[in-house]
C-alpha cells in the first residue's frame, strides 16, 4: 500500500505538538512501568490488534521484549490505527522526534530512501525464502538500505519488516476476468498506488494503470471504477477487499513488505544496554513474524476459496513469459537502476544468484 498527500509543514508542526501532549498523557497514565521506566519510545504504526491476524506485524512482542531486555529501563508506547498519522508522514515524525519510532510499508518509505525502489522491480527475487534472507543478511545493512536512512536521521530495526509476501493479482467480481497470460489484462482497470516503479510495470503490460488511494479501494473496484489490483494477500483481508475479488492470480511478481525505523538522534543517545535491548527485541521478531505469517497466509487461501474466489498459479511457461515482458532485466528499467543504485542493483544479482543456487 501507498498513501498519498504528505501534511505541509504548518499541519506537520501543529500535529506534532499534539503528539507531544498526547505523548505525555499516555505516559502519565502507563502505571508502574512507566514510572519505572527512563526512556520512552512512542511506536506508531496503522495496523491494529485486529488486523493482526492477516497481517503479522509482531510489534506487541517487540514491547514485550524490548521492555524485558531493558530491564524495565525502557517503556515502548504503541500507537496503533494511524492515529498519530498516516503511512506517509510517520517517518517525518520520526526525523522531528514527535515519535521516536513508526513502521510503514517499503513503498511508502521510498519519499525518505529511493533506494527502496529496487526492491519493488518486477521479478528481482524469486522466492519469498530469498527475499526474506536477504533481509537478514549483513549484505543488506551495511548496504545503502541500511545507511541511506541514516543520512536522513532514521535508523532501521532489522528483523521488523512484516513481509506478507508475493503481491496477488487480483480481479472484481464484477469484471469477472482471470489473469493468466499478459493479453488477459487488454481492457482492464487496474488500480496502482503512487509508486512510480509499479506504475512503470503496469504501463508494460497492456493494462490501464488507474491510481486509486487505498482509502477508495474497494468502493472503486465494487463499482467498476478499477477491475483490478495488486496487493498483498493480509492487507486484502484485513481491509475486507476480498470481499469485492472474483479471481486471484499468484503471478509472484512482487512483495508487500514493510519496515520499522526509529529516530537516529534517539538511538544514539540512548545507553548501549537499551540499544542492544531494542536491536535484541527486533531480530528476535523476526522469525516469529515469518512463522506467524505463514500460518496466516495458509489460512486466508482456504476462507479464500471457501468463499469462491478462483485461485490460480502460473505454470512455468506462462511464469517465464511475464518476466521477459516485464521483468527487471528488461532495458527499459535501466534508467531506474542507474537512478537508484545500479551498483547496489548488481550486488541484489549477485546475492539472489548465490542463495539461489
Not at 504503541?78 to 520520526?94: A, D, I, M
Amino acid at each position: 500500500m501507498k498513501e498519498t498527500n504528505l501534511t505541509s509543514r504548518r499541519g506537520f508542526l501543529r500535529s506534532s505538538l499534539c503528539l507531544a501532549g498526547a505523548a505525555s498523557l499516555g505516559v502519565a497514565v502507563t502505571g508502574k512501568a512507566s514510572a519505572a521506566s527512563r526512556h520512552k519510545m512512542l511506536f506508531a504504526h496503522t495496523f491494529t490488534s485486529a488486523s493482526e491476524q492477516y497481517v503479522v506485524t509482531g510489534i506487541d512482542l517487540f514491547k514485550e521484549l524490548a521492555e524485558k531486555y531493558s530491564d524495565g529501563a525502557l517503556l515502548v508506547d504503541v500507537h496503533e490505527g494511524g492515529k498519530l498519522g498516516g503511512q506517509t508522514e510517520l517517518p517525518q515524525k520520526v526525523q522531528y522526534g514527535a515519535v521516536q519510532a513508526c513502521h510503514v510499508s517499503m513503498q511508502n518509505f521510498t519519499p525518505y530512501a529511493e533506494v527502496y525502489n529496487l526492491l519493488d522491480l518486477p521479478y528481482l527475487f524469486p522466492s519469498t525464502s530469498v527475499f526474506n534472507r536477504f533481509l537478514s543478511s549483513k549484505e543488506f545493512e551495511a548496504s545503502r538500505f541500511g545507511t541511506d536512512p541514516l543520512k536522513k536521521g532514521l535508523k532501521i530495526l532489522p528483523g521488523m519488516w512484516t513481509n506478507t509476501g508475493f503481491r496477488v493479482l487480483c480481479t472484481s467480481k464484477r469484471s469477472n476476468r482471470p489473469i493468466r497470460l499478459l493479453n488477459d489484462l487488454k481492457g482492464i482497470k487496474l488500480r496502482v498506488t503512487n509508486s512510480k516503479v509499479e506504475q512503470q510495470t503496469f504501463s508494460l503490460t497492456p493494462a490501464s494503470p488507474v491510481s486509486v488511494n487505498w482509502a477508495e479501494t474497494y468502493q472503486a473496484m465494487q463499482q467498476g471504477a478499477v477491475d483490478a489490483l495488486n496487493v498483498g494477500l493480509g492487507p486484502l483481508t484485513a481491509n475486507r477487499i476480498h470481499e469485492v475479488v472474483g479471481h486471484a492470480s499468484r503471478t509472484k511478481l512482487s512483495f508487500n513488505a514493510h519496515v520499522a525505523m526509529v529516530s537516529r538522534k534517539w538511538y544514539e543517545k540512548l545507553p548501549e544496554a537499551v540499544q542492544h535491548a531494542i536491536d535484541r527485541a527486533a531480530a528476535e521478531c523476526w522469525e516469529y513474524q515469518k512463522r506467524e505469517q505463514d500460518t496466516a497466509d495458509e489460512r486466508m487461501w482456504k476462507d479464500w476459496e471457501a468463499a469462491g474466489i478462483q485461485v490460480t498459479d502460473l505454470t512455468e511457461d506462462e511464469h517465464a513469459q511475464w518476466v521477459d515482458a516485464i521483468g527487471h532485466q528488461r532495458p527499459e528499467w535501466d534508467s531506474w537502476k542507474n537512478r537508484y543504485g545500479a551498483d547496489l542493483y548488481e550486488q541484489i544479482l549477485a546475492y539472489v544468484k548465490q542463495a539461489a543456487a
